[in-house]
Nanobody, 125 residues
């Protein structure tokens, strides 16, 4: 079974930045689309950003466009989420997950599996 591990979360002030990493063990990520999702207390898990297996196609939620950047380094077997100009409403547990392909133009949790354990991001002054 695919196993993904997220890291890089933490506490940051509004306007600050964090970079999340999603790494895999015992398998290579380069054959999979990878998505970043987040879930705040009381909310459903929502898609933040997804990237195709080649890295050539990316999708962003409207709420993070212009602030977050997804990237992948297949040589390092990792996918990253650079988060800039963070806002309190970005506070959530962030998860990465894998899919065999990126479907249409959506970044939906229903297309992804092999979830990591999540990393907490808290944006607060």
């Amino acid at each position: 079974q695919l196993q993904l591990v997220e890291s890089g979360g933490g506490l940051v002030q509004p306007g600050g930045s964090l970079r999340l990493s999603c790494a895999a063990s015992r398998f290579t990520l380069d054959g999979y689309a990878i998505g970043w999702f987040r879930q705040a207390p009381g909310n459903e898990r929502e898609g933040v950003s997804c990237v195709s297996s080649s890295g050539g196609r990316t999708i962003y939620a409207d709420s993070v466009k212009g602030r977050f950047t997804i990237s992948r380094d297949n040589a390092k077997n990792s996918v990253y989420l650079q988060m800039d100009n963070l806002k309190p409403e970005d506070t959530a547990v962030y998860y990465c997950a894998a899919a065999s392909t990126l479907y249409d133009s959506r970044c939906s949790r229903y297309d992804f599996g092999s979830w990591g354990q999540g990393t907490q991001v808290t944006v607060s002054s």
